[in-house]
């Protein structure tokens, strides 16, 4: 749940516990005693700017690790979560990823994506499968869902699209995409805690 703050706390943390080890040992063994008195009162200081620090880390590290990102196929893609919810055979990928989810647009052709999306859903035991909202349900809340999914990234529902969602896991993780067969496009939104 609070996957996003993780590395920066591991980092803050990690120079924190390094500076109150060294600073008093640094102060025994070269400075006076009216020096180590400042040397303890630093590492107090740590302490106490530890989550602006790990807030400044944050600010440095997150644009490297969240936002939008281009590739040219799948096999470009490093982040697991990603890679592991992207058919192989996917090209001109762009990628919106925020700390718990990630927005994807990717070129396929239909056959390829309906011959993957079984393949996905055996490697998961829970998988659930729902092929065609005009079975199930309204088609008209699919553009709605898809409208309000991608409005930050703007892209806009295609109206041939057919929308396939994928629960993965009993904690809800999983993905959905709609697909366009004009377009030849596909746009993944997928959910991970």
């Not at 990102?69 to 470009?76: A, D, G, P, Q, V």
């Not at 192989?88 to 994807?104: E, W, Y």
């Not at 969602?165 to 709609?178: E, H, R």
Request: glycine content about 4%; proline content about 5%.
């Amino acid at each position: 749940m609070y996957r996003f703050v993780i590395l920066p706390f591991c980092i803050t943390f990690g120079l924190s516990v390094l500076l109150i080890i060294l600073l008093p040992w640094l102060s025994k063994k070269f400075l006076s005693k009216k020096w180590r008195i400042s040397f303890f009162g630093s590492t107090l200081m740590a302490l106490t700017v530890f989550i602006p620090s790990c807030i400044g880390i944050m600010n440095i590290v997150d644009p490297f690790r969240y936002g939008m990102f281009t590739y040219r196929n799948s096999k470009e893609i490093r982040d697991r979560r990603i890679r592991r919810w992207m058919p192989p055979k996917a090209a001109d990928i762009v990628v919106h990823k925020t700390s718990d989810n990630h927005l994807a647009q990717f070129r396929i052709d239909q056959e390829t994506l309906m011959d993957w999306l079984p393949q996905i859903c055996n490697e998961y035991p829970f998988c659930k499968k729902n092929t065609d909202p005009r079975e199930t349900g309204d088609h008209r809340s699919s553009v709605d869902e898809f409208n309000n999914v991608f409005k930050e990234v703007d892209w806009h529902f295609p109206e041939d699209s057919v929308m396939y969602g994928m629960t993965l896991s009993s904690n809800g993780a999983g993905f959905t995409i709609w697909y366009s067969e004009a377009l030849h496009t596909a746009y993944l939104e997928a959910g991970y805690w």
